[in-house]
């Protein structure tokens, strides 16, 4: 195997000959693989089997403080609940909400508060005129979603995925959101992020907290969507995050930021429950805002997480029993992807230590073929742009890979098809195809 | 026992003196009792003991269609429980989402759409200017939260509970909602309504449907909280409801309404699932919308319904069995207030067939004294005012009896509580105090 880029026309052309009579096999074999979402597999599923008879009578279903959880009310969540989001979201239990099935929920609630009732005592943001977000690309496809969805103007600004400082480039950040009172908030993924797997480093998290906003009711959305989901249970091989609540106290800026996160990669995705951490006053607004939405969340859901996880030591045992399932089919695509793409030299990708996603970068202009390619041969890829807003990647060359959903075997083919699909792509780009 | 209206001055001065004896031994008991809020007793709550085991192993947990209701997606919710829930809400599968735990939610999320991004495609009501909305009185304190929350201006009209025609007064409605397109709504708890217990009679149904409205994009948001809660099994003994969406297609109004409903008065309140129904157009617009909020509800607890009510057979002989609880109840309200009170002439109440609330109106001027005398007894009621926009209730008459969560014994008290409270309030008025 050579570097593409020192082969002259002739040998690209046999190149891609070869490629694409391993193409036709792979066709022929009638695939139907999805790389395509974060879902968990099955049989990670099924550790949390016992979820589903942790309640199992009305005894079952009083909480500590004697609440039935059968009955209305409880609007923060039960206590027991709220300490068990306050372990995953590194926080206090009081200034921890519990919210329902969905922490996207969660943050397109908090978005659309800020925007029909205002944030910290401002004015309602659908008064400010025209908002904007920042947007550290590549990033999650139903973040940019839900921005997109109240016409808010996304700039895309780098995540940085190499060198001494990871997360979103912060000079470019700190510039834009001193410079223009209509940018309000930010989307941060900042634990093994979605898709590239860096976690922010201590000085990112920093200047995000201490940096100048023009808007004084800038928020910085926090989705610590992976904040427990390491692919190694040896603490050595773990990433650790900075909290952005202290960060943003000490810099004295305590109510800049709003934490997200969930049991969905936990237990049952769309079946757990979300929390919600911010500063005391934040925490307060946002019970007062909510009381007109919802009397209570799920408490039997809450109740049933808090019997099955117990509390961080509990949640840590699980997700090694996660990691257990998942570094293997990590393993496998750093592995598949070294041996047949380190040569040819036409893309990088990420090596994770946790979350559920590789971000991979094909030669500029080839992802929407890449992924086309891939789903006419049986293997459904995440979109080409799905990571930058508006589904707009300038350089066209971004996919997230998505090893956790098919059993390993099925994810070995998938892997062969996508590095197939990178080639040939690549190939017809360097022939001006 | 008299008339109070024939008694002079002497003799209500000794009346006052025996209630307040009476109510000092009241006092005196220390009494912690609560007809306060609409939530099911214990006893209700057991009856849906069989849901908490519904489904015990991972093969239970997989839909009709295969779908691993574990995982995430599914946006409208799982075939089968689109089926349970238009069964609920006398409508069609394909015209009827599931939505999560709690139809307030529902109801608040559809509004804050419409606001955020209109309905019917229409311009978003944020950008038409002040709106407002039709409030029929007595109604529900929680819609009033939502509608007050958004800043809509709120127009009580009465809800009639006597005579041929049932429902909101329809000539001031028709008048109201031609004339200004500013008005975008009307809350309505059509069956067994709240606090009132009456039902919509057909010819409202119809005029509601077919009445000209200025705003092309008015909403009829048909809260059908208590479409199965009849207090008897014997359907003769059961309201009917016309349905609103078939009047509102016969007025070629089609996409007027949204229906709402939801289990928790069936089930465990806060912890079961809430349905929406309405036009194909509306229901294609409303999963467009919803899908940046939400991924899919919670799928498992979809199914543990349908696994335990199964249909509208099994929920009817479950609803049986909630009647044969809640029946009692409210035989004893309508026994204690016609016997200590009918003849004094001072209050008039409803005696519904289903719903969970008795409404009461005592004399002008009496609703707050009283509820403030029952509450320094130990008893806590609805707060006077709550059955009206801004807790404004002019007449300062009505009261809302919940009479489901006591025990019938601490009712029997409750109410005994309640009518030396009314009297004493009567009283003090007639003699100008």
């Not at 496809?141 to 808010?152: L, N, Y």
Request: aromatic share 8%.
């Amino acid at each position: 195997m050579t570097r593409y880029d020192t082969l002259d026309t002739a040998q690209l052309e046999t190149e891609l000959e070869a490629q694409l009579g391993r193409y036709r096999s792979f066709q022929a074999q009638g695939l139907a693989l999805n790389m395509a979402r974060g879902k968990p597999s099955t049989a990670q599923l099924d550790l949390a089997t016992p979820l589903l008879t942790a309640l199992a009578s009305p005894a079952d279903c009083i909480a500590a403080d004697g609440t039935d959880c059968r009955n209305y009310g409880v609007l923060a969540g039960i206590p027991e609940a709220r300490e068990l989001m306050a372990a995953l979201l590194d926080d206090d239990p009081a200034t921890t909400i519990v919210f329902g099935n969905s922490s996207l929920t969660a943050m397109y609630d908090a978005l659309a508060r800020c925007i029909d009732f205002g944030t910290g005592g401002y004015e309602p943001w659908c008064h400010s005129g025209p908002i904007k977000w920042l947007c550290p690309v590549p990033g999650y496809d139903r973040h940019f979603s839900v921005t997109e969805a109240f016409g808010i103007e996304m700039l895309p600004v780098p995540l940085l995925t190499e060198g001494s400082s990871l997360g979103p480039a912060m000079d470019e950040v700190e510039r834009l959101a001193a410079a223009d009172p209509a940018i309000k908030g930010i989307w941060c993924v900042p634990k093994y992020s979605n898709p590239s797997g860096i976690t922010y480093t201590d000085d990112v998290v920093r200047r995000l907290a201490a940096m100048e906003c023009a808007a004084p009711d800038f928020r910085i959305f926090w989705d610590n969507a992976y904040s427990v989901h390491h692919l190694s249970a040896d603490p050595t091989q773990q990433d650790q995050l900075l909290d952005i609540g202290t960060a943003c106290r000490e810099a004295g800026n305590p109510d800049r930021y709003f934490k997200f996160g969930s049991t969905s990669k936990i237990t049952f995705p769309g079946a757990g429950i979300a929390g919600f951490a911010s500063s005391p006053q934040n925490v307060a607004e946002t019970l007062e805002q909510v009381s007109s939405q919802m009397i209570g969340h799920d408490k039997l859901t809450q109740l049933r997480h808090v019997r099955f996880l117990r509390d961080a030591e509990g949640i840590a045992a699980h997700m090694a029993q996660h990691a257990a399932i998942l570094a293997p089919k990590f393993a496998l695509v750093q592995q598949k992807l070294s041996q047949r793409l380190d040569e040819a030299g036409i893309a990088r990708w990420t090596d994770p230590r946790g979350g559920y996603f590789v971000s991979f970068d094909g030669l500029e202009g080839t992802a929407q073929r890449t992924v086309e390619l891939a789903r006419e041969a049986g293997v459904v890829l995440t979109g080409a742009g799905a990571t930058w807003p508006y589904g707009n990647d300038p350089a066209d060359s971004n996919i997230r890979i998505a090893p956790s959903l098919p059993p390993i075997d099925e994810l070995d083919v998938a892997l062969d098809v996508l590095v197939c699909c990178v080639r040939i792509a690549a190939l017809e780009k360097l022939l001006g195809r």
